[in-house]
């Protein structure tokens, strides 16, 4: 077992490697479109990127399904990314819209989700807190009142465990 772990520990790193080496050293992966911002609301402006049309490489952006139509893609700041931007129109409804690029040498197609919300990311409240399902913390978060029902706890353990001790023994309660 032992002599064939390390070979096969060996061959597993050597393919990860082998992986890491063959991505793109920035942008979107090969084969995705990255959109930035992912969630966006109506009216805001959605950058998108791919690496998959390779160096210098342009693609024709398809953004359609959330009622922006077209948008070219051309090579960006950095040689392997096409790049193009969109405008989410005003009356856009939310949900989640996919976005298709298609490379102009290849004819390769990649796809993005776009999530459209109501309201924007940096303002979207988070719940914090505990839940109040009835279940547990009914003495509530101070610190002497949790010892207090600890203490209540113990002391009714301790009476039963003696009264049953007494019964068992047949002196009665």
């Known amino acids: 077992m032992r002599r064939t772990a390390r ?12 992986a890491l080496a063959a991505a793109p050293a920035y942008g979107a992966r090969a084969g995705e479109l990255e959109l930035s911002p992912a969630s966006v609301v109506p009216g805001g402006q959605v950058t998108v990127r791919t690496a998959a049309c390779g160096a210098g490489g342009t693609a024709t952006g398809d953004a359609g ?6 948008l070219p893609l051309a090579a960006g700041r950095h040689e392997q990314d096409a790049t193009g931007r969109f405008r989410v129109p005003p009356g856009a409804q939310p949900g989640t819209y996919e976005i298709v690029a298609t490379c102009a040498g290849s004819g390769r197609r990649v796809t993005g989700d776009l999530v459209v919300t109501l309201t924007p990311a940096r303002e979207q409240v988070h719940p914090r807190g505990s839940v109040k399902t009835g279940v547990g913390g009914a003495l ?15 002391v009714a ?4 465990t ?3 001790h007494r019964r068992a023994r047949g002196d009665g309660i």
Do not use: F
């Not at 353990?157 to 039963?160: C, Q, V």
């Open 140 to 154: 509530g978060p101070d610190p002497v009142q949790t010892a207090a029902g600890v203490t209540a706890l113990a």
């Open 7 to 18: 070979p096969l520990t060996g061959a597993a790193l050597t393919v990860a490697a082998a």
């Open 65 to 70: 399904a959330v009622g922006a139509g077209t």
């Open 162 to 164: 003696w009264l049953l």
């Open 157 to 160: 353990a301790a009476g039963g």
